[in-house]
């Protein structure tokens, strides 16, 4: 599989953000990892969630070795399965097939950031896009992406948005509170959520590699929306 290259004018990351990937072999990049971390992998039965698991938590310690954070302890989870993070520090992680990343900011600066990467190729069902849009003139927007990708790349986008609210206010937002209001470029979504029966706009950047969709969300401190957008880099090849 070639490099993960995302690559475009319009999509660079805000210094104070960092975004980290971990890519197989898994094997190699267990330095990264704290005893506890390796010792809970090693208790998860299924190969697959393993992975996974490993995956998710080497790219959280590259994210804040890249931000600056410290290192030196484990990513455990509270009672909502939400990872715990360093003082000071807000963070999001995800994984499919044995990929894992993870967006991570200072507190200081971001009320919350969210990301998410599914493969394309998972079943969602094409009814999904109906439910996601305000208006049906959006889905011709989406020409360029199959039926099927259209569902997973709005189900990504959801997901990404949902996990950082979440993170942050504890709030589980109905999936009937959410709908996809606009497209501003190729690469962003602007979705409406209603929190506390007050609508709020997201902006949520995307794109695609191979065989995921990637998503990428975040709040900025002061109550003021960060357009988050994904950085222009090269990462190793997936083996």
């Not at 994984?95 to 990467?117: M, P």
């Not at 969602?124 to 099927?148: D, T, W």
């Not at 950082?164 to 190729?186: D, E, H, M, W, Y």
Request: aromatic content about 8%.
């Amino acid at each position: 599989m070639p490099p993960l290259k995302i690559s475009s004018p319009l999509l660079a990351l805000p210094s104070n953000t960092a975004l980290a990937v971990a890519l197989p072999p898994l094997s190699t990049q267990l330095h990264y990892l704290t005893p506890f971390e390796i010792e809970t992998a090693e208790k998860i039965p299924n190969k697959k969630s393993r992975e996974n698991y490993l995956a998710g938590r080497i790219a959280a310690h590259k994210a804040l070795e890249m931000l600056g954070a410290p290192t030196s302890l484990p990513i455990k989870t509270d009672p909502d399965s939400v990872p715990l993070w360093p003082e000071g520090v807000v963070g999001s992680i995800s994984h499919s097939c044995s990929v894992g990343i993870c967006l991570a900011a200072f507190e200081k600066d971001f009320n919350f950031v969210g990301v998410d990467i599914e493969n394309y190729k998972r079943s969602v069902s094409p009814s999904f896009i109906e439910k996601m849009l305000k208006e049906s003139s959006l889905l011709s927007a989406f020409r360029v992406f199959e039926e099927k990708e259209k569902a997973v790349l709005l189900f990504s986008a959801k997901e990404a948005l949902f996990k950082g609210i979440f993170n942050a206010l504890r709030i589980k937002v109905p999936f009937s509170k959410c709908v996809l209001t606009q497209l501003l470029s190729p690469n962003k979504l602007i979705f409406s959520v209603e929190i506390a029966q007050q609508p709020q706009e997201y902006a949520v950047a995307f794109t695609k590699w191979e065989d995921f969709f990637i998503a990428l969300e975040g709040e900025e401190n002061l109550k003021v929306k960060k357009n988050i957008r994904i950085p222009t880099q090269t990462i190793p090849n997936k083996k």
